[in-house]
T-cell receptor, first 112, second 112 residues
Framework: DTEVTQTPKHLVMGMTNKKSLKCEQH?????MYWYKQKAKKPPELMFV???????INESVPSRFSPECPNSSLLNLHLHALQPEDSALYLC???????????FGPGTRLLVL | AQSVTQLGSHVSVSEGALVLLRCNYS??????LFWYVQYPNQGLQLLLK????ATLVKGINGFEAEFKKSETSFHLTKPSAHMSDAAEYFC???WGGGKLIFGQGTELSVKP
């Protein structure tokens, strides 16, 4: 089983809202990732968690706040977003930081 | 800087024709190599990967790719295109450390 699940599938929020994206995997993977993808572009890495610790932050604005409560779960907390943050947000996981990444279906975010 | 180049942002083939999507990476050190497919409004699905061993790799849906170290290439092929193959294809590489470097993507269209 190589399934990564993400909720919600779609999210519309205003610039003053606070919302969270959720990602879950039950493959025993120890590395989890958040990516942002704009239309017709490749995914851009935002954050990497390895063994539940933040290992990479690609200079992401503080209005995006990741959290890894346990080895199966990854959250992305959103606050005071801008319209240009509208995108598809993808979660991925891998056995560790070296191996194949498996992606979830994504959350389509629209910021009004 | 290490990079991945996909030649052709858009490839169009007829149903039943050969599919060839090109990918080259820039490094003298061979990376791990991947091809992902993305259907509209979906996440990325792993098609195939090369880490070590046999340089001709078979993936899902009849796709295969050959790693050629001398040419720093990892081109994706399928002998006979099907309408359901129409999608965006991303080549990606990693030299470890949790960072997956993507090419810009190739949109494959299949004409009846």
């Amino acid at each position: 089983d190589t399934e990564v699940t993400q909720t919600p599938k779609h999210l519309v929020m205003g610039m003053t809202n606070k919302k969270s994206l959720k990602c879950e995997q039950h493959m025993g993977h120890r590395a989890m990732y958040w990516y942002k993808q704009k239309a017709k572009k490749p995914p851009e890495l935002m954050f990497v968690y390895s063994y539940e610790k933040l290992s990479i932050n690609e200079s992401v604005p503080s209005r995006f706040s990741p959290e890894c409560p346990n080895s199966s779960l990854l959250n992305l907390h959103l606050h005071a977003l801008q319209p240009e943050d509208s995108a598809l947000y993808l979660c991925a996981s891998s056995q560790d930081g070296q191996e194949t990444q498996y992606f979830g279906p994504g959350t389509r975010l629209l910021v009004l | 800087a290490q990079s991945v180049t996909q030649l052709g942002s858009h490839v169009s083939v007829s149903e039943g024709a050969l599919v060839l999507l090109r990918c080259n990476y820039s490094s003298s050190v061979p990376p791990y190599l991947f091809w992902y497919v993305q259907y509209p409004n979906q996440g990325l699905q792993l098609l195939l990967k090369y880490t070590t061993g046999a340089t001709l790799v078979k993936g899902i849906n009849g796709f295969e790719a050959e790693f050629k170290k001398s040419e720093t290439s990892f081109h994706l092929t399928k002998p006979s295109a099907h309408m359901s193959d129409a999608a965006e294809y991303f080549c990606a590489v990693t030299w470890g450390g949790g960072k997956l470097i993507f090419g810009q993507g190739t949109e494959l269209s299949v004409k009846p």
